[in-house]
């Protein structure tokens, strides 16, 4: 069951185009970006390196601006940050000095003190660290702060999560455990997520849809539906079929040149 009342978030952006001001010229980042993203629905991103897929996440966080198009989460244009959509980075960006709870707790401005420290306990409990609540990041491993830095997204209760490579720095085991366990949160929480990764399993074994985006202008390339049924078997004929699909549109994107704009 749900912690309380999260409304999911419906996503759609239209013809989104962002470019950046390099010297005297002018990068295209991003280019004619279209994508609609159900409520609840699970969305992973992958693309080459440099493709745009971090600018994508930032505008819809409402990080950046200077960019052109629309960006709206269920009825409103996203226009700067806010408390509906939270973030999680491939680097946990815990603050050292205050406690796992304390760290939770650092975005929830304004609430009676009761309410915060039972947001901050249930959230905790959701990512299997209650424990931990007064240890300090130094003390956690990288999955253990990846744990606490997807409680302090998630405390806000957005209808949106996004999730910048969240599990690119962890090795092999612990990635798949936080795969389950972000898996298991979504299907308790039915927050939209949207995953930009550079693992293919990865994207394939969560995601609803994978969105393949190509390089230099960023565009979306494909939109590919994921119909299997989870957990996933990452060994059986369906996923490996995916699996050799993506590649191939990847294969197809190396091919072209290499070309810094600038
Ligand atoms: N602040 C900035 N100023 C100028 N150019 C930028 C800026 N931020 C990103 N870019 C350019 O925009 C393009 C997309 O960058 P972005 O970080 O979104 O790529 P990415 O797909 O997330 O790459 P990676 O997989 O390596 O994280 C790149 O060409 C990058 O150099
Ligand atoms: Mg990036």
Known sequence: MAITGYIGGSLVVERLNKSYQVRDSEVAALQDINLSIGEGEFISIVGASGCGKSTLLRIIAGLENGHDGSVKLGDRRIAGPGLDRGMVFQEHRLIPWLTVEQNVAFGLNGLPHGETERLVREHL??????????AHPHQLSGGMAQRVAIARALVNQPKLLLLDEPFGALDALTKIQMQQEILRIWEVEQTTMVLVTHDIDEAIYLGDRVVIMSNRPGTVKRLI???LPRPRDRSSFEFVQLRREIY????????????YAI
Not at 125 to 134: D, M, N, R
Not at 248 to 254: D, Q, S
Request: proline letters at 4%.
């Open 125 to 134: 409990e959701l990512v299997g660290l209650s424990g931990f609540a007064k």
């Open 225 to 227: 539906s994921v119909d």
């Open 248 to 259: 191939a549109e990847f294969f197809a994107e190396a091919e072209k040149p290499f070309a």
